[in-house]
């Protein structure tokens, strides 16, 4: 379990350690080659922080630096919610769909649902249901009413559930599908399902 800074002093004293880590590989490597995911944690820290512009700032640069990454559920929850705080709704959503599909468990969780698990493929401990149990105490606590309502209706609009429901469909064949070529297209298939966000 990570150990969270207990003061925004000590808040913002991890956030400078850890960016000016990033900052030190890639002058170094010319490249950011983060094995241990500081650039994942940064996102709960400003979260938990609170500060609007730092984050902003912080997506920004992630978004250049790491174009392709897949990221992790808790950090596509902080970055989808400092989105909602900033007034970015459309991101924001987007984000939110991406945190859902990353991990199914995560959302319900928060809002208080009881949820089994999938009867589907699961292809990394990230999307196993046990992942809510890293979800630090410290970024449920900063989660407000209003991020709760918001995170409520976008779950239950008719657009996420059809995109999470194919993507349980997708995911329970590809538990059981051994050709190649049909894993393929359903791949596929799953990978373009927020295109219509």
Not at 129 to 148: C, H, N, R
């Amino acid at each position: 379990m990570y150990d969270f800074p207990e003061t925004e002093k000590k808040l913002r004293s991890r956030i400078m350690s850890y960016k000016a880590s990033l900052l030190k590989e890639k002058k170094k490597f010319g490249y950011v080659d983060d094995g241990s995911g500081k650039r994942y944690l940064l996102f709960s820290l400003y979260f938990v922080l609170n500060d609007l512009r730092e984050a902003k700032d912080y997506i920004q640069w992630y978004e250049k630096e790491f174009p392709d990454d897949i990221g992790e559920p808790i950090q596509k929850l902080c970055w989808a919610l400092s989105l909602r705080r900033m007034g970015d709704q459309l991101e924001a959503k987007k984000m939110l769909a991406e945190t859902m599909l990353s991990n199914l468990y995560i959302i319900p969780k928060l809002l208080g649902r009881e949820i089994e698990e999938y009867d589907m493929w699961h292809s990394s401990s990230d999307q196993n249901i046990e992942y809510f149990g890293y979800l630090p105490k410290e970024v449920t606590d900063s989660i407000t009413e209003a991020d709760v309502q918001w995170l409520r209706q976008q779950y239950d609009s008719h657009e996420l559930q059809h995109i999470r429901q194919r993507h349980i469909e997708i995911y329970h064949k590809l538990k059981s599908t051994k050709d190649i070529d049909e894993r393929k297209r359903l791949l596929s298939e799953s990978n373009s399902l927020l295109n219509a966000l």
